[in-house]
Each structure stands twice: as C-alpha cells, then as structure tokens.
C-alpha cells in the first residue's frame, strides 16, 4: 500500500518458525479475504495466521480493534490499539499490548521491519516511556536492542529509536565515560504530528561482537544509519541469550493517567526493503 493510503489496511504478527530467508516473515494486510478478526483470547486470526498477543501486563487496557482508518472517509482498515489511564494511586506499573511478529529470526542475516502508523492524542498524553516496536534477543528476557519509542520534548511529539548492546550504555557518554551498564542509547528522533499517518522501516543486521547495522527510512527516505555492536553476546547480564530475535508492536508503556491510542497499519517482516517498504 503506498503512503498517500496509509489509513487503509491493518496488522497482525507472525508466531510460527519459518525458513531462513523466506520472502516475507510477516505480511498483515486487514483487507484480504476472509476478513481478519480478533479472537476472544485477543490473538489476530490474518487469513488462517495467527498472531499471538504476549498477555501480559493487561492493565485497564482495551483489545485491540480492527475497523476503518481514523481520521479518512475509506473503508479500509486498521488496528487499533488502546490504553485507558492508569493512576498513579494504582499499584501497577505497566501497560502493554503488543502482538509478537516474526519470531526465531536470526543474527548475522538482514531483517527488515516496515510499518505504517499513527499517534492519536497530544504531547501532553505522553507521561511516561512508551515502546511502540521492539526487537528482542530471544533466550534470556530483557530490553529490545532495538526499539521505536514515542518521546516528548516540550509540546513536541517524536519518535526515537533506542539502540542497546553488551556496553549496554548511554549514546551521550559513549565518548567521554568507559563502557558501562546504563539504559540505553538514543540514536535517532524524528518529530510527528498526531493523527498524521507515518511509514518507517527499519533495517537490523544484529551482531554483538560488532558489524551490526540498524537503518530507518521514514516516508521512503533513509535518514539514519547505525554501524557498531548490535545484541548482547551470551554471558552478558548472566543471561543465556540465543542469536535469535523477535519483533513485537503495538504499546507498551510505564504507567500513566491519560488515555492513549495508536493505530497500526501494513506491518511486514522481509529480507529486503522493496518488500516491505510499500
């Protein structure tokens, strides 16, 4: 689907091992036959695919829903995604709904991971980290070494990817501080406009030891691009990692007390960027 439709379709996510260097990983459209549903137990039925949502931290938060495109007179579809606020009162910390897409992906192999969407809100909804994908080294649980996140800086709403390795450490201290454990890096942000419709792609050739590359194109432009350490090796953080990984999307984010809704369109999972840029 290209950009100027992006309010059209709508998203699923892959749960099954497939071949090394299959065509697609994942390919969610809501407009194939027979129509795509969400099933009582919140997983994504995409023609006879079912994607699996994780089931965890479902904290005042709505299943997801497949309709027609916010914001367009279309009758195409998408899928939505919502939070309900979560008080600071409440003893819960988390949010999520997030459907896993290709799994068992391996390292030192090109992935590319596209996929249109839009936030539906202000900046000022925004109160906490909030992950909207996330590529997990799968084997030991922890944080994506690479993540999309919405941020906020003033009245301005961006997203950003994140980026972690076994340095596991701040991009701004990288060159005046040793290699230490910290959060993570920010290595790139891009400032959205609510309600407008998005595409970016983002190209992962995890290898820990270093050779990784992350890329994103935004709207069909290349506009960053990562050369370094990418995933952890097996022993860091007392973990046993796999040169594996996994992609999940939808939100996850820490607690807040506003309502909050993106949708998702086109989510596709390739070995190259024409397959999963349109």
Known sequence: MKLTSIVAAGLAVTTTTLPLRAALKANIDLEGSPTSTILSNWDLNENGVIYIEKNLDRNNVQIPWIGASWGANTSARCLRFTHNPLPASSPLEKQRTEYYGARNLPFYQNHYIGFQFTFVGTAADLQ?????????????YTNPFAGLVLLKEGNDLMVGLHIRNDNYRDFRNDLVEPPRFGPYFRAWTQTIVPGAWNRIVMRNYPNPYGGGVVQIWWNNVLV??????????????????TNFFQNTFGIYRGKQNTTFKVYFDDYKVGDSYSEVAN
């Open 128 to 140: 906490n980290w909030a992950v909207i994908s996330q590529s997990q080294q799968q084997g030991f």
């Open 224 to 241: 960053y691009t990562y050369n370094g350490k990418l995933g952890y090796t097996p022993g860091v953080l007392n973990g046993g990692f």
